[in-house]
């Protein structure tokens, strides 16, 4: 504990009784009530804005329900103005797990290791510390399975949540639980995209409290709808005139004498009914003399009655921040100049340097003479009396004493007051000080801090790099959208300076954001990359661009672009002899020739990538070829040598304990045997790829096997247990924003109501997932979708003067499949559009459409045939 922290302060509790907020107290009771006697995980946010009482609220809460119910604990977490990503995580994490500044990190790793041992019984401990521990800063051996998802940050990622969520529904297991995450608005994106993930998955005796300013309304529009009906948000308002007045009254009830009426209505008309400014306001008033402290310890005030008469007072809260600002003394005016400067968080070391800028150095300097320091300690304490700073005990760096202002009115004040060009000498100090420091908990907060004070100071190239060395730490740590915001501020700072430094920014930075599913904004970064890479005459760098940009193509359906891209990139791998490189360009080569139809071809392809992969012994890349050559097999009626291939990546997979590879090879041999008509055997593939994805909190996956499961239950005859599987996996992909997924289970949905005969339902259903498919613009998908529409409208949902309609989606499905290119799609489609018009009555005495049909017919069989895969060996090795 720090100095300043062992000091008797003499700040007095100015929040009065609770006053007009009975309602919303009592809906947080009712809400503990029911995580309690139902065991189900709940979630209430309160916002508001700063002030109105939002914390107060919540303590006032948990300070009833811990005297009422046994057993009740209660873990408390603060999101920062520059907080890291993950940040509230980190300090809630060590709140829980007992992890103070003050203890050596060996210490702590045995300690984790210990409490989460004990808390999940022994199960998967590595996997589980060694993910909590990134989140605190501690370094914990990898696992296996951590190990092989290091190349893979989004399915890190996902597995991060999902052991989050594990570990406090075991701890809440024990007893119930209340996480209390406060100042939500200053949270990254990463933490919050976590916590929505908590709210909206967690099961059990667990109460989830947030508060948070309306910014986060702002950042979240749809918070609140996290968890559905197990999520409540209340909005707090300001307090009424009267109510205001009461609450004045109750603060000032320790004056002797009374108060005055005009001192009652200047704060209510000041402060607009915020809890929080009527506490600014009587803070103004005994720093203007109005208000005064007298006896023993200050326990009663009196008015000063001249003081009041003889000046005017304060009509707003921004009059008052200045009236409290006036009051400061010119030592301590200064060094809140300089805290101000420093950020939302500041430290004792960082004041010291800014108090000796630009001070002569004494001619013998002894670190014995401690003169500046003690007296900018002293300076900090009554600062911490008179409520402008508050001490804090997790200090970003263990050996200083951290800070932050109280009241962000009066900083941002402060900061208004200095001048342009004393920030920046303030910022060039304080970066100079930040750079030597080398023992930062967190060493993304530390570098992103630090750009910030290079940018402000005027050393953009400096801030810059800075800003990409954190974007790379946040990347690592699987810190997606932090990353981001780190990059794009790099990048902008960079400019056109240092080509190398920007390309591989470029690499790294469209990698994030092809994983967080923001396509044409990778697909421009990759672009710039590429240019770089030609100017600079970066073949590898070429290569990779060129292979990025080949994929984003394959994957929204322009396959001869993605083509050529793939193609450029082989050839430039090729010439700097990247065996790694080459091998992956061929086999997404042998990919897109897969999506084309062009069977022969890709089989072709993905055997010499598995060669090489063998070669190079990458098993990871070994099952994935296997995996994809069984695709190819199956996609074409080769079932034997398809499942040959599955069963031995799913093997490998599994020995290099690969649980998202594991999911996904389960789920294509239930593909394989849905093909085979074998549903009951599909569906036990589809459930334990579900179960697997359950384990690692792989939510995108997990909506993919749930249209799965649905799609074979429909094929069994147990529609109503389909539909209530679809219907979960619509809700899920539109949780998550996937609009391609969703649409998928829509698509799913209309089929399946369409085998019950609704066609209505089934109508509306293929109708959203098209409108999906076209937003999306993932043409291969539309082609296949628009030919599920033809069979709807065929069957009757529109009616029968709409089969002229059905017809139309059919040519609109075999004209985009031939844009793309596949050949296969369009023959499907040629026999969906054949066997409807020979089976519609309106269609039967038309000579040219039956005529066309059995021409479409023999087209589709020829293209199937010039598509067999010849007899060829098996895998082999």
């Known amino acids: 504990m720090s100095a300043i922290d062992q000091v008797s302060l003499r700040n007095h509790d100015l929040s009065g009784a609770l006053v007009g907020r009975k309602k919303k107290l009592e809906r947080l009771k009712r809400t503990l009530d029911l995580v309690s006697s139902e065991n189900e995980a709940r979630a209430v946010s309160l916002v508001g804005p700063a002030g109105v009482g939002k914390t107060r609220i919540v303590e006032e809460f948990l300070g009833e329900a811990g005297s009422?119910?046994?057993?009740?604990?209660?873990?408390?977490?603060?999101?920062?103005?520059?907080?890291?990503?993950?940040?509230?995580?980190?300090?809630?994490?060590?709140?829980?797990?007992?992890?103070?500044?003050?203890?050596?990190?060996?210490?702590?790793?045995?300690?984790v290791t210990v409490e989460v041992a004990r808390v999940l019984d022994d199960h998967d401990v590595d996997d589980v510390c060694f993910f909590l521990g990134q989140l605190m800063g501690l370094s914990f051996?990898?696992?296996?399975?951590?190990?092989?998802?290091?190349?893979?940050?989004?399915?890190?990622?996902?597995?991060?949540?999902?052991?989050?969520?594990?570990?406090?529904?075991?701890?809440?297991?024990?007893?119930?639980?209340?996480?209390?995450?406060?100042?939500?608005?200053?949270?990254?994106?990463?933490?919050?995209?976590?916590?929505?993930?908590?709210?909206?998955?967690?099961?059990?005796?667990?109460?989830?409290?947030?508060?948070?300013?309306?910014?986060?309304?702002?950042?979240?529009?749809?918070?609140?709808?996290?968890?559905?009906?197990?999520?409540?948000?209340?909005?707090?308002?300001?307090?009424?005139g009267i109510e205001a007045a009461q609450l004045i009254k109750q603060m000032l009830?320790?004056?002797?004498?009374?108060?005055?009426?005009?001192?009652?209505?200047?704060?209510?008309?000041?402060?607009?009914g915020n809890p929080g400014q009527l506490v600014q306001m009587v803070r103004s008033f005994f720093d203007a003399g109005v208000l005064e402290e007298i006896g023993q310890g200050g326990e009663s005030w009196r008015v000063n009655l001249d003081r009041l008469s003889a000046m005017r007072l304060p009509m707003s809260v921004d009059e008052a921040v200045a009236l409290r600002i006036s009051a400061l003394s010119p030592e301590?005016?200064?060094?809140?100049?300089?805290?101000?400067?420093?950020?939302?968080?500041?430290?004792?070391?960082?004041?010291?340097?800014?108090?000796?800028?630009?001070?002569?150095?004494?001619?013998?300097?002894?670190?014995?003479?401690?003169?500046?320091?003690?007296?900018?300690?002293?300076?900090?304490?009554?600062?911490?009396?008179?409520?402008?700073?508050?001490?804090?005990?997790?200090?970003?760096?263990?050996?200083?004493?951290?800070?932050?202002?109280?009241?962000?009115?009066?900083?941002?004040?402060?900061?208004?007051?200095?001048?342009?060009?004393?920030?920046?000498r303030y910022h060039q100090t304080v970066a100079d000080w930040l750079s030597q420091k080398n023992t930062a908990r967190s060493e993304e907060e530390y570098t992103a801090t630090l750009a910030e004070h290079l940018e402000k100071a005027g050393s953009i190239t400096r801030s810059a790099f800075t800003f990409l060395d954190a974007g790379d730490i946040a990347r690592r740590n699987f810190a997606l959208r932090k990353a981001t915001e780190y990059y794009e501020r790099g990048l902008t700072s960079l400019g056109d300076d240092d080509a190398?430094?920007?390309?591989d920014a470029l690499h790294d930075y469209g990698d994030v954001l092809v994983l967080l599913g923001k396509t044409d904004q990778a697909m421009e970064t990759f672009r710039q990359m590429l240019a770089i890479a030609y100017q600079m005459n970066l073949l590898g760098k070429g290569g990779a661009a060129h292979n990025r940009i080949g994929r984003l193509f394959r994957e929204t359906g322009r396959l001869a672009d993605a083509g050529q891209h793939l193609a450029a990139a082989r050839e430039l791998f090729h010439e700097v002899g990247d065996k790694r490189g080459v091998a992956a360009s061929i086999d997404d080569m042998g990919k897109l020739l897969w999506m084309r139809g062009e069977y022969d071809a890709a089989l072709k392809e993905m055997r010499t990538a598995l060669d090489m992969r063998r070669e190079l012994g990458d098993r990871r890349s070994i099952a994935l070829s296997l995996n994809n050559i069984g695709l190819v097999w199956m996609d074409h009626g080769r079932p034997v040598q398809a499942k040959e291939a599955l069963e031995a990546s799913l093997?490998?997979?599994?020995?290099?304990?690969?649980?998202?590879?594991?999911?996904?090879?389960?789920?294509?041999?239930?593909?394989?045997?849905?093909?085979?008509?074998?549903?009951?055997?599909?569906?036990?593939?589809?459930?334990e790829a579900h179960s697997v994805l359950v384990d690692i909190g792989e939510r995108k996956r997990i909506t993919e096997s749930l249209t799965h499961i649905g799609q074979t239950l429909a094929r069994l005859g147990k529609g109503e247990e389909a539909i209530e599987i679809l219907e979960e996996a619509e809700r899920a992909s539109a949780e998550l924003g996937d609009k391609l997924q969703l649409a998928e289970a829509k698509r799913g949905l209309a089929k399946s109501y369409l085998l019950k005969g609704e066609m209505k339902k089934s109508r509306r259903y293929i109708r959203d997932a098209v409108d999906l498919f076209a937003q999306v613009r993932s043409k291969a998908h539309l082609a296949i979708a628009l030919r599920t529409l033809g069979e709807?409208?065929?069957a009757g949902a529109w009616g029968k003067q709409f089969e002229g309609k059905a017809v139309e989606y059919f040519m609109r499905s075999i004209a985009m499949a031939k844009e793309i290119g596949n050949e296969v799609e369009v023959a499907r489609s040629y026999l969906a559009f054949s066997g409807y018009v020979t089976?519609?009555?309106?269609?039967?005495?038309?000579?040219?459409?039956?005529?066309?049909?059995?021409?479409?017919?023999e087209m589709a069989a020829e293209i199937f045939e010039r598509h067999r895969i010849e007899s060829a060996p098996l895998i082999g090795e």
């Not at 949540?161 to 119930?176: L, S, Y």
């Not at 004498?257 to 607009?272: C, F, K, N």
């Not at 809140?336 to 800028?357: I, N, Q, T």
């Open 68 to 111: 009422g119910l046994t057993g009740l604990r209660v873990y408390r977490t603060q999101a920062r103005q520059r907080g890291l990503s993950y940040g509230v995580f980190s300090r809630l994490l060590r709140a829980r797990l007992g992890i103070g500044d003050e203890v050596p990190e060996e210490q702590a790793l045995r300690r």
């Open 141 to 240: 051996p990898a696992s296996p399975l951590t190990r092989a998802l290091g190349a893979s940050p989004g399915q890190a990622q996902a597995l991060r949540g999902a052991v989050i969520r594990r570990f406090f529904e075991a701890d809440a297991r024990q007893g119930p639980l209340v996480l209390f995450f406060d100042n939500l608005h200053l949270a990254d994106a990463d933490s919050l995209d976590l916590l929505e993930e908590l709210i909206s998955e967690a099961e059990g005796s667990l109460l989830i409290v947030c508060a948070g300013g309306r910014e986060l309304l702002g950042k979240r529009e749809d918070w609140g709808s996290s968890g559905a009906s197990t999520h409540e948000l209340i909005e707090l308002e300001s307090l009424s």
């Open 253 to 272: 009830s320790r004056c002797s004498g009374g108060t005055p009426d005009a001192l009652i209505d200047a704060a209510v008309q000041a402060a607009g």
């Open 332 to 424: 301590e005016r200064t060094i809140l100049e300089h805290a101000a400067a420093m950020g939302s968080v500041f430290w004792l070391g960082g004041l010291v340097s800014l108090a000796r800028m630009g001070r002569p150095a004494p001619a013998l300097w002894s670190n014995r003479e401690k003169a500046d320091l003690e007296r900018i300690s002293q300076v900090l304490k009554r600062l911490v009396e008179r409520d402008y700073l508050l001490g804090l005990d997790d200090a970003v760096f263990p050996e200083e004493q951290e800070f932050v202002f109280r009241h962000n009115f009066e900083r941002e004040k402060i900061s208004s007051l200095t001048s342009a060009a004393a920030a920046r």
């Open 500 to 503: 190398r430094r920007r390309i």
């Open 651 to 687: 093997a490998m997979r599994r020995e290099i304990n690969d649980p998202v590879g594991v999911a996904d090879s389960l789920n294509t041999l239930g593909s394989l045997s849905v093909d085979q008509n074998q549903f009951e055997s599909a569906l036990n593939y589809f459930r």
């Open 792 to 794: 709807v409208t065929g």
């Open 839 to 857: 089976a519609t009555e309106g269609f039967a005495q038309n000579g040219e459409i039956q005529r066309e049909a059995v021409k479409l017919k």
